[in-house]
């Protein structure tokens, strides 16, 4: 964000960018510097566009004024370089994790939100806390292929939007995946996680590349 970003048309952030987004309210060090980083980004002239992932789905307006950011709709049709290209968090698209979703429409409830971000700080972490030893004690006992995407529910959005490239993380999964559906090709690209090293999709008017960079 300090460099390359500083001289791109434009910066999209696919969601998970924190292990929990705790809400707007947080005046952690940690957060304040993110925040920081975002709107140094946006005050340079760069636009930057942010899809909520399933670990900061509580990011809100307040966050958005601070930084600058657009906060994009859960799945997005964007153009690049006179390309239709669709744009999403990637964990709808993981249909056979039913309970997951189950999960995922009850925290997304408006008044469920509204709720919880008038919860005092101290106590929504005991929350948060409590909420990711759960998920992570249930992680590892699901078969991995119940956590990855549905082809044939990403085929599906695919048509819907009719689009020949999607792009999206949530599953952490770095990869360029090709395939065909009625003699039409299409191309979906899995940005990674930033755990041990950063995963980055450079797009530009020669085609896009998906590259790791080490810590």
Same mark, same amino acid.
């Given at each position: 964000?300090?460099?390359?970003?500083?001289?791109?048309?434009?910066? #999209?952030? =696919?969601?998970?960018?924190?292990?929990?987004?705790?809400?707007?309210?947080?005046?952690? +060090?940690?957060?304040?510097?993110?925040? &920081?980083?975002? /709107?140094?980004?946006? &005050?340079?002239?760069? !636009?930057?566009?942010?899809?909520?992932?399933?670990?900061?789905?509580?990011?809100?307006?307040?966050?958005?004024?601070?930084?600058?950011?657009? =906060?994009? !709709?859960?799945?997005?049709?964007?153009?690049?370089?006179?390309?239709?290209?669709?744009?999403?968090?990637?964990?709808? *698209?993981?249909?056979?994790?039913?309970? #997951? *979703? /189950?999960?995922?429409?009850?925290?997304?409830? !408006?008044?469920?939100?509204? *709720?919880?971000?008038?919860?005092?700080?101290?106590? /929504?972490? %005991?929350?948060?806390? %409590?909420? @990711?030893?759960?998920?992570?004690?249930?992680?590892?006992? %699901?078969?991995?292929?119940?956590?990855?995407?549905?082809?044939?529910?990403?085929?599906?959005?695919?048509? $819907?939007?009719?689009? /020949?490239?999607?792009? +999206?993380?949530?599953? +952490?999964? !770095?990869?360029? +995946?090709?395939?065909?559906? @009625?003699?039409? &090709?299409?191309?979906?690209?899995? =940005?990674?996680?930033? $755990?041990? @090293?950063?995963?980055? *999709?450079? $797009?530009?008017?020669?085609?896009?590349? =998906? @590259?790791?960079?080490?810590?």
């Amino acid at each position: 964000m300090q460099t390359e970003a500083r001289q791109a048309d434009a910066l #999209y952030v =696919l969601g998970d960018l924190f292990d929990f987004w705790i809400g707007d309210d947080d005046d952690s +060090h940690f957060a304040q510097s993110i925040k &920081s980083e975002f /709107k140094a980004l946006t &005050s340079s002239g760069v !636009p930057c566009f942010f899809t909520k992932g399933n670990r900061d789905f509580l990011i809100g307006e307040r966050f958005c004024e601070q930084t600058g950011i657009t =906060l994009l !709709p859960d799945e997005s049709v964007i153009e690049i370089y006179g390309n239709r290209i669709l744009v999403l968090h990637g964990d709808t *698209l993981c249909t056979e994790d039913v309970r #997951y *979703l /189950k999960f995922r429409a009850t925290v997304h409830k !408006p008044w469920l939100q509204w *709720l919880f971000n008038r919860i005092p700080l101290c106590i /929504k972490k %005991k929350i948060i806390s %409590k909420v @990711q030893a759960d998920i992570h004690t249930e992680k590892s006992t %699901k078969p991995l292929e119940i956590m990855d995407v549905t082809q044939s529910e990403v085929e599906r959005v695919m048509q $819907y939007y009719d689009v /020949k490239l999607m792009i +999206h993380g949530h599953t +952490h999964r !770095p990869n360029i +995946h090709k395939f065909a559906t @009625q003699n039409h &090709s299409h191309t979906r690209v899995v =940005l990674g996680d930033w $755990y041990t @090293q950063g995963s980055v *999709l450079v $797009y530009d008017n020669n085609g896009f590349e =998906l @590259q790791n960079r080490p810590f």
